[in-house]
Nanobody, 117 residues
Framework: QVQLVESGGGLVQPGGSLRLSCAAS????????MGWYRQAPGKERELVAV???????NYADSVKGRFTISRDNVKKAVYLQMNSLKPEDTAVYYC???????????WGQGTQVTVSS
């Protein structure tokens, strides 16, 4: 069984930065696709960024140039560095782990990010 634990959320002013972390349990972490998603009140959950086992990355257009996803396979962790935060980035951010086959698909409990002055 895989567990994902997010941390690093909080309240930040517009233009500020936050770094989210997600610690994973389980085996074969290095082979998994890791992603960050977010869900704002009244909206659907959306992809923010994803990083594959070969470190390829993909970002939502709304965060390109501001957010950076990275992973540390030794620590079994994935990170999301968020810079130049905007009020519209306010959401609950979720960490996701999945296998290429789709047989594994796990979610963390979420961490709240609020961007407000």
């Amino acid at each position: 069984q895989v567990q994902l634990v997010e941390s690093g959320g909080g309240l930040v002013q517009p233009g500020g930065s936050l770094r989210l972390s997600c610690a994973a349990s389980g085996s074969l972490f290095s082979t998994k696709i890791m992603g960050w998603y977010r869900q704002a009140p009244g909206k659907e959950r959306e992809l923010v960024a994803v990083i594959t086992s070969d470190y390829s990355t993909n970002y939502a257009d709304s965060v390109k140039g501001r957010f950076t996803i990275s992973r540390d396979n030794v620590k079994k962790a994935v990170y999301l560095q968020m810079n130049s935060l905007k009020p519209e980035d306010t959401a609950v951010y979720y960490c996701n782990l999945r296998s290429r086959s789709g047989l594994d698909d796990y979610w963390g409990q979420g961490t709240q990010v609020t961007v407000s002055s």
